[in-house]
């Protein structure tokens, strides 16, 4: 029943390799996004997809590669990893773009980058 | 973007109601205002939201200034629940976009 879902829970890896965040909401919404939490505490937003389309692309690397491949998912794919990129990362989604959505946030995965 | 200014820290005691301050003085006229909270290792979590008109629902109540400038979440009755990172976030309308501040540790005494 869990409405936005993120997997894994933590991922521990070492600098330069490839790896892959899953994201996955059954609330039937339009829109996604992805946000970092540094070790700061603040949160950032990465990514939006409306309807699989990006509508934000913050600045971020062009390591950081989001994927829709429906509706429900959005997947994060990171190449090279650098000790920088250690960060919590939450996958979010909305009903739609409109300004007065609530956001829905999945429970977060915690990458460690070694 | 509305830059926005909140305490960082606040303390209440348990069943007692609390009160979060928050000043966004450079919103803009269509910018919604926005309050999510984070509770410890778990993903932010909506609370309410609100334009002009003060706003309840079953979480909390926010109360907006006339002039928009300022806002204030209400917690009815504190629980130790409610311990959390407190977040007043303006904006939406102009860029689809939610800008995060640091928000206001909110700690619950028993």
């Known amino acids: 029943d869990t409405a936005v879902s993120q997997t894994p829970k933590y991922l521990v890896t070492q600098m330069g390799n490839d790896k892959s965040i899953k994201c996955e909401q059954n609330?039937?919404?339009?829109?996604m996004y992805w946000y970092k939490q540094d070790s700061k505490k603040f949160l950032k937003i990465m990514f939006s997809y409306n309807n699989k389309e990006l509508i934000i692309n913050e600045t971020v690397p062009n390591r950081f590669s989001p994927k829709s491949p429906d509706k429900a998912h959005l997947n994060l794919h990171i190449n090279s990893l650098e000790l920088g990129d250690s960060a919590v990362y939450f996958c979010?989604?909305?009903?739609?773009?409109?300004?007065?959505?609530?956001?829905?946030f999945g429970p977060g995965t915690r990458l460690t980058v070694l | 973007d509305a830059k926005t200014t909140q305490p960082n820290s606040m303390e209440s005691n348990e069943e007692e109601p609390v009160h979060l301050p928050c000043n966004h003085s450079?919103?803009?006229?269509?910018?919604?205002i926005h309050w999510y909270r984070q509770l410890p290792s778990q993903g932010p979590e909506y609370v309410i939201h609100g334009l002009t008109s003060n706003v309840n629902n079953r979480m909390a109540s926010l109360a907006i200034a006339e002039d928009r400038k300022s806002s204030t979440l209400i917690l009815h009755r504190a629980t130790l629940r409610d311990a959390a990172v407190y977040y007043c976030i303006p904006g939406g309308d102009s860029n689809y976009q939610l800008i995060w501040g640091a928000g206001t540790k909110l700690i619950i005494k028993p």
């Open positions: 450079t919103i803009s006229g269509t910018d919604y």
């Open positions: 609330l039937g919404h339009d829109t």
């Open positions: 979010a989604s909305s009903h739609t773009l409109q300004a007065d959505n609530e956001q829905f």
